[in-house]
């Protein structure tokens, strides 16, 4: 293994378990700052996380195996994501393979076993949130598979790996079909990651909850595995916006350099949209993502048109 | 013992079961003997695939009865023969010794041979025949186990169906016999319009039997009412052999197919699997249920079918063969969930006494192992990783995305439409299958009579779990069969040899990885989770009391989308609200999500052939004078023809 590779792999593990909770700290921090409020700092997810860790949880009467075992579900398929998807073009396949789609596999086994979950509670609140989550991820995964296959066609492949590389340098730029893709990577982003205007991370109403309500009755280290799954998400799915539908470098070594500089920003974006937009109305959500399937739709169509 | 001595000593086995079935005394030793044929067909039809060997007579167009085995009808029998040993092994505990119940066990075992002799026919005669067989034995299965006023409509409504559309299975069966093209690929000429016929033929014949839409309708009819074991037959194997019929006559004889039916076979797949999981999604009776959703994983199949027919009408040989393979993998997995998800209901109805989801509830408690392999089941359905749906799934999706990387503008934007489709459609198939198992397996049971179900018996444990075990081992190591699939398609392809799906052009779906990951990291948090708990403590609902009034329903966890689907689904509901002097004593509620096919497509045909039904009866006087007047003008119309020379 080169060099590079190395330190891509370590960048790739280390950033997406160890620095993942900082990205919506940032988030969250900047949010504050740009409402005009002091807030938390950045490292506001990391106290949290240390907290609940010490804490033993409290068992809803009743539940089960698939209840006790849904955190721990969510929080290893997404940490299986987290060694799937590389941070450069070059980077070593960890055993699990390269592929953007079985991406979209993890991401929807984690959201499957939490939902499950709050059928075992049997509380209203949670199913609510539960059922609009998996609503809203009818056109989630529709929408991400066709941003991915957008860029897969750039590249000419779905091996993460050589999409990094297929979509650097120039790339952004002289295809088109790639800032469609890009357009609609980023209402993928925003509901993957259950920011505005999809979701509210800040609402303690459980009337309006989607991504949060499942979570309601989780306490202790239940809670502290689906808040980092929950950090982990901003991870892969900034990490793809960064590295696949933003302009990048072609040396791997510049995309890594690179790669803090623009999750900083993609997070400040992430926190001016947060602050610029109001919550939807839930059952507008699918529009919007529908939306953002037709802009990857049209993507594809002037990538055909373009090489017909 | 070689391929052919396989088959035929299983066959037989089967038979003589059978028969042994009939007798009180040799009840459950003839379902056991079935079972063991089973076992041997399936053994038989494996090793012909895998070793690629043929066996018997070879395809002839002649109207002369033969038989044979090749890799691909091999395939076919391994699914028979497994999900058939599961099926039998399951109704030697679930059917009764009763006179009923003997019957139903013998037909179950006339069923399988019809079904096998579907695969080994290689003429014309033999296939058709045996192919109306298919479709009339579980209809006497169905009428043998109920003859209520509503089974026996169910059954009118389906042999009708089969029947009428079932004529173009013969119109293109008779077509390819006539020009001598029935197991050879070079005589029908591409493009031709003769073999556009053929296909247009197949496709209503043969879709209409496998539950394509629009001429699904008799499927949700059907699958439910019959028995647990006879549905899972009919689900996981009978629609089945129309995929088998469709990838001979599509993908093996007609040669290469225009651009234009690989979009149209696309379009007819998207079709099925959007609208099939939506209408499953709001059922709420579990078999029911279960039927929309074959309706959906053949719309998945039949995807993977238009991806190989655009692919090879390209020249984009090595992955045209990779998306067949797709097709028939997922055509191997939904044979192994979807019957372990009908004889999983059946156990549940034995237990609890009823399959309305909304009474059901906290089954994985009371019957850990039926339960359990149910909800194995209903993951590998939604198409999740580890299991098997997803690496059938998977494959799919990557065929898709290789058309528009080969493809026109077309045909390219025609299967990017197909990849949203395929991937909505496995996002509701979470959705829906998340409510299943909620409704199910989770939670409080809904009813007294659920919180004293009990385990099903050893048997019928043993059939689901066998099954279960399959998804589980196709989901760790698919490439143990997608290789040899490869190899199934009648042009030259390199298939590749890893247990993993590890394709050019991918970024390779290391399943064994995936699973080994998933269960160490899953298997350490779940552990440094330990099991501290402070207390118990009953649910928080935000400080009222969570009574059984309050639990949620069916059609309370799918309401979003139907909300969201409004515009198409156009639900009807109705709220009744009674007052006695000012004071809600009462509300009555009931919706419904209309089946849009049979109230706006079918209701008009029928409508129409009854109003032109009932105008020709009056030709039909009853008289006998009447009659020999109407032979009288024939024959003197024809004599009249002959004497003008139109007759020739």
Redesign the interface.
Known sequence: MSGTAAAATAVQLLGGIALAPLLPGLVQHWKARLQGRRGPTPLQPYRELRRLWGKSAVDVEGAGIVYRLAPSVAAGSIAVAVLLVPVASDAPDLGVGRDALVLAGLLALARFAVAASSWEVANGFALMGASRDLTIAVFVEAALVLALAVAALVSGTTDLVAMIAGTAGSAAWSEPALALGALAFALVVVAETGRQPVDNPDTHLELTMIHEGPLLEYAGRDLALLQWAAAARHWLVLVLAAQVFLPHATDPRVQLGLLPVLLVVLCGALALTETLVAKMRILLAPRLLGIAALVALLGIVTWLVEGA | MSVAGSVLVGAAAVGAGGLLTLLHRTFVAGLALQAVGCVLLAFGGLWALVADETAGLAFTSAFDPRVGVDALSGLFLGILGAVGVAALVFATRYLEPSGKGRTIGALTGLFVLVQALVLVARDPLTFLLAWEAMTLVPAAVILVSRADEPARRSVFFYVALTHLAGAGTWVAILLLASEGAIGDPSVIASGSGVQIAIALAALVGMGAKAGVMPLHVWLPLAHPIAPAHVSALMSGVMIKIAIYGLVRVLVEWLGVLPEWLGVLVLALGALSSVAGVVYALFQHELKRLLAFHSIENIGIIVLGLGACLLLRARGADAWAAFALAAALLHTVNHALFKSLLFLGAGSFERAAGSLELDRLGGL??RMPWTGGAFFVGA?AI????PLNG?ASE?TT??SL?HV??Y???AD??AA??A??????T???A??C??KV???V????ARRDAVAHAEEAPGAMRAGVAALAGGCVLLGLAPGLLFGSLVGLAPWSAEAPTTV?L?LP??????SG??A???AA???A??L???R???????????GQL?ERQ???TSA??????R??LEDVLRPEREVAVRTEGGVVTEVAYEGRVPHHFEERLYRPVTALAMYGAHHARRVQGGRLGVYVAYLLGLVLVVLAAAKLGVLG
């Open positions: 994985l408690r993951v939604a198409g999740l990783p997803f998977w999706l990557q995305l528009p990387a493809g026109g503008v390219g934007t990017a439409i990849l949203a489709a395929l991937a909505a496995a996002a509701l979470a959705l299958f998340v198992v909620g409704l397996l989770l939670g409080p993993g590890d052009g991918t970024g390779d779906f290391r990885g995936v080994l990951a998933l990291l899953v298997g948090l779940a440094v989770r330990g501290r708990v402070a207390a118990r403590a009953p649910t928080w609902a935000c969570v309050l639990d949620w309370g966890f799918t309401k979003p989308l909300l969201v």
